[in-house]
Nanobody
């Protein structure tokens, strides 16, 4: 049974930073591309960033480019999201997700991700 557990959320002032972590169990982590998504109140879930299984390729939604960094430590079965220069528009529940199949280049579609964490709240105050 796959389990993804996110930590690191919280409340921060605009301009601040947070680092999210997602530890995976129950899957061969090093074989799976991973992603971070977020969902703000009243809005659809959207992609934030993805990272390929080997970590050699990353992808970001335009609104976070230059501010957020996705990374992974396959030895620890953990994926990270470093978030800098946060704005109130970044306020959302952030979800970690594992791609549905191993060895695939990650897409931007949430439907292609088969396992999800419970989410962690990030609140940015102005």
């Amino acid at each position: 049974q796959v389990q993804l557990v996110e930590t690191g959320g919280g409340t921060v002032q605009a301009g601040g930073s947070l680092r999210l972590s997602c530890e995976a169990s129950g899957l061969a982590f090093s074989r799976y591309s991973m992603g971070w998504f977020r969902q703000a109140p009243g809005k659809e879930r959207e992609l934030v960033a993805t990272i390929i299984w080997s970590a050699i390729r990353t992808d970001y939604t335009d609104s976070v480019k230059g501010r957020f960094t996705i990374s992974r430590d396959n030895a620890k079965s953990t994926v990270y999201l470093q978030m800098n220069s946060l704005t109130p528009e970044d306020t959302a529940v952030y979800y970690c997700a594992a791609h549905a199949k191993p060895w695939l280049v990650p897409t931007r579609r949430s439907a292609d991700f088969g396992s999800w964490g419970q989410g962690t709240q990030v609140t940015v105050s102005s």
